[in-house]
Protein backbone atom coordinates (compact mmCIF):
# COMPACT_ATOMS: atom_id res chain seq x y z
CA UNK A 1 0.00 0.00 0.00
CA UNK A 2 1.27 3.33 -0.45
CA UNK A 3 2.05 6.25 1.80
CA UNK A 4 -0.02 9.22 1.83
CA UNK A 5 2.82 10.88 0.08
CA UNK A 6 3.36 8.81 -2.08
CA UNK A 7 -0.88 8.47 -3.07
CA UNK A 8 -0.67 12.32 -2.94
CA UNK A 9 2.05 12.56 -5.45
CA UNK A 10 0.34 9.77 -8.09
CA UNK A 11 -2.59 11.60 -7.74
CA UNK A 12 -1.50 14.84 -9.03
CA UNK A 13 0.50 12.42 -11.44
CA UNK A 14 -3.05 11.26 -12.73
CA UNK A 15 -4.55 15.01 -12.78
CA UNK A 16 -1.86 16.23 -14.78
CA UNK A 17 -2.57 13.09 -17.36
CA UNK A 18 -6.28 13.58 -17.36
CA UNK A 19 -6.95 16.17 -19.71
CA UNK A 20 -10.43 16.58 -20.00
CA UNK A 21 -10.73 15.95 -16.33
CA UNK A 22 -13.24 12.85 -16.33
CA UNK A 23 -11.44 11.16 -13.77
CA UNK A 24 -10.45 8.51 -15.99
CA UNK A 25 -7.20 8.03 -18.54
CA UNK A 26 -7.51 6.87 -21.75
CA UNK A 27 -5.71 6.68 -24.81
CA UNK A 28 -6.66 10.05 -25.51
CA UNK A 29 -5.20 11.61 -22.86
CA UNK A 30 -2.09 10.16 -23.59
CA UNK A 31 -1.56 11.33 -26.97
CA UNK A 32 -2.80 14.30 -26.36
CA UNK A 33 -0.46 15.01 -22.98
CA UNK A 34 2.12 13.44 -26.32
CA UNK A 35 1.29 16.02 -28.79
CA UNK A 36 1.88 19.11 -25.75
CA UNK A 37 4.91 18.02 -24.94
CA UNK A 38 5.78 17.45 -28.85
CA UNK A 39 4.90 20.48 -29.94
CA UNK A 40 6.51 22.20 -26.56
CA UNK A 41 10.13 20.57 -26.97
CA UNK A 42 10.29 18.56 -30.45
CA UNK A 43 8.27 20.83 -32.81
CA UNK A 44 9.81 18.70 -35.75
CA UNK A 45 7.53 15.28 -36.17
CA UNK A 46 11.05 13.58 -37.54
CA UNK A 47 13.27 14.11 -35.03
CA UNK A 48 14.02 10.97 -32.67
CA UNK A 49 12.99 13.07 -29.96
CA UNK A 50 9.54 13.58 -31.21
CA UNK A 51 9.24 10.25 -32.31
CA UNK A 52 10.25 8.93 -28.81
CA UNK A 53 8.00 10.97 -26.51
CA UNK A 54 5.70 9.87 -28.63
CA UNK A 55 6.56 6.11 -28.24
CA UNK A 56 7.15 6.48 -24.68
CA UNK A 57 3.43 8.04 -23.95
CA UNK A 58 2.07 5.32 -26.11
CA UNK A 59 4.22 2.93 -24.04
CA UNK A 60 3.08 4.01 -20.69
CA UNK A 61 -0.67 3.78 -22.04
CA UNK A 62 -0.54 0.02 -22.97
CA UNK A 63 1.25 -0.47 -19.16
CA UNK A 64 -1.75 1.41 -17.91
CA UNK A 65 -4.37 -0.15 -19.69
CA UNK A 66 -2.91 -3.50 -19.86
CA UNK A 67 -1.97 -3.77 -15.54
CA UNK A 68 -4.56 -1.24 -14.39
CA UNK A 69 -8.25 -1.64 -16.43
CA UNK A 70 -9.62 -4.18 -14.55
CA UNK A 71 -13.07 -3.70 -15.97
CA UNK A 72 -11.63 -3.95 -19.25
CA UNK A 73 -13.75 -0.14 -20.04
CA UNK A 74 -10.55 0.93 -21.85
CA UNK A 75 -10.02 3.36 -19.38
CA UNK A 76 -8.21 3.86 -16.51
CA UNK A 77 -10.07 5.23 -13.20
CA UNK A 78 -8.54 7.05 -10.30
CA UNK A 79 -8.78 4.02 -8.26
CA UNK A 80 -7.50 1.73 -10.43
CA UNK A 81 -4.62 4.02 -11.31
CA UNK A 82 -3.49 4.54 -7.76
CA UNK A 83 -3.62 0.30 -7.09
CA UNK A 84 -1.69 -0.01 -10.67
CA UNK A 85 1.31 2.68 -9.80
CA UNK A 86 1.16 1.37 -6.23
CA UNK A 87 1.65 -2.29 -6.74
CA UNK A 88 1.40 -2.96 -10.46
CA UNK A 89 -1.72 -4.81 -9.92
CA UNK A 90 -0.36 -7.72 -8.52
CA UNK A 91 3.03 -6.89 -10.03
CA UNK A 92 5.97 -5.27 -8.86
CA UNK A 93 5.09 -1.16 -8.35
CA UNK A 94 8.34 -1.19 -9.96
CA UNK A 95 7.16 -1.98 -13.17
CA UNK A 96 5.03 1.25 -13.56
CA UNK A 97 8.34 3.38 -12.47
CA UNK A 98 10.27 1.45 -15.46
CA UNK A 99 8.00 2.58 -18.04
CA UNK A 100 7.22 6.03 -17.29
CA UNK A 101 11.07 5.98 -16.56
CA UNK A 102 11.85 4.99 -20.23
CA UNK A 103 9.32 8.04 -21.01
CA UNK A 104 11.73 10.48 -18.76
CA UNK A 105 15.00 9.81 -20.79
CA UNK A 106 13.59 11.39 -23.94
CA UNK A 107 11.57 13.76 -21.82
CA UNK A 108 15.14 15.22 -20.45
CA UNK A 109 16.80 15.10 -24.08
CA UNK A 110 14.34 17.04 -25.77
CA UNK A 111 13.98 19.49 -22.75
CA UNK A 112 17.55 20.31 -23.45
CA UNK A 113 17.32 21.81 -26.11
CA UNK A 114 21.15 23.36 -25.91
CA UNK A 115 22.13 19.50 -26.03
CA UNK A 116 24.57 20.39 -23.51
CA UNK A 117 23.80 17.28 -21.25
CA UNK A 118 21.85 19.31 -18.67
CA UNK A 119 18.97 21.19 -18.16
CA UNK A 120 18.74 24.79 -17.29
CA UNK A 121 15.86 26.48 -14.87
CA UNK A 122 14.79 28.16 -18.25
CA UNK A 123 14.94 24.91 -20.00
CA UNK A 124 12.59 23.21 -17.11
CA UNK A 125 10.29 25.65 -16.63
CA UNK A 126 9.59 25.34 -20.65
CA UNK A 127 9.13 21.29 -19.59
CA UNK A 128 6.37 22.57 -16.58
CA UNK A 129 4.73 25.14 -18.98
CA UNK A 130 3.99 21.93 -21.65
CA UNK A 131 2.25 20.23 -18.84
CA UNK A 132 0.21 23.21 -18.10
CA UNK A 133 1.76 23.37 -14.54
CA UNK A 134 2.48 26.72 -12.65
CA UNK A 135 6.37 28.09 -14.15
CA UNK A 136 6.78 29.05 -10.15
CA UNK A 137 6.29 25.13 -9.16
CA UNK A 138 8.78 24.09 -11.63
CA UNK A 139 11.35 26.63 -10.14
CA UNK A 140 11.11 25.05 -6.76
CA UNK A 141 10.96 21.37 -7.97
CA UNK A 142 14.29 23.04 -10.26
CA UNK A 143 15.78 24.33 -7.03
CA UNK A 144 15.11 20.77 -4.78
CA UNK A 145 16.36 18.67 -7.50
CA UNK A 146 19.53 20.16 -7.93
CA UNK A 147 21.43 18.16 -5.73
CA UNK A 148 24.88 19.88 -6.53
CA UNK A 149 23.73 23.39 -6.59
CA UNK A 150 25.26 23.95 -9.90
CA UNK A 151 22.05 25.33 -11.72
CA UNK A 152 22.07 22.99 -14.10
CA UNK A 153 19.69 19.28 -13.82
CA UNK A 154 21.82 16.55 -15.28
CA UNK A 155 20.38 12.99 -16.30
CA UNK A 156 20.65 11.61 -12.94
CA UNK A 157 18.99 13.99 -11.21
CA UNK A 158 16.28 14.60 -13.40
CA UNK A 159 15.43 10.56 -13.78
CA UNK A 160 16.41 10.30 -9.53
CA UNK A 161 13.83 12.43 -9.10
CA UNK A 162 11.03 11.27 -11.50
CA UNK A 163 11.72 8.04 -10.04
CA UNK A 164 11.35 9.50 -6.61
CA UNK A 165 7.67 11.14 -7.19
CA UNK A 166 6.41 8.00 -7.93
CA UNK A 167 7.89 5.66 -5.51
CA UNK A 168 8.89 8.18 -2.00
CA UNK A 169 7.56 7.63 1.07
CA UNK A 170 10.40 10.31 2.07
CA UNK A 171 9.24 14.02 2.10
CA UNK A 172 12.35 15.26 2.10
CA UNK A 173 13.59 13.40 -1.00
CA UNK A 174 13.74 16.55 -3.45
CA UNK A 175 11.96 14.29 -6.29
CA UNK A 176 8.67 14.24 -3.97
CA UNK A 177 9.02 17.90 -5.31
CA UNK A 178 8.57 17.55 -8.50
CA UNK A 179 4.53 18.49 -9.22
CA UNK A 180 4.68 20.72 -6.04
CA UNK A 181 4.19 20.51 -2.51
CA UNK A 182 2.07 18.16 -1.55
Given at each position: MSSSL?????ALIFAALDTNGDNRLTAADFTLRADQFCAA?????GSPHHQAIRQGFADWWEHLRTVADIDHDDSVS???YLTAATNGAGRSADGHAE???RLAAP???ATDT?????ISLQEYVRFYTAMDLDGKIGELAFTRLD?????RLNRQE???GVHAILTSENPSDPGTWMLGRT
Open positions: TASNLLAPDPSAEVVLLFDDADGANDGDGFLE
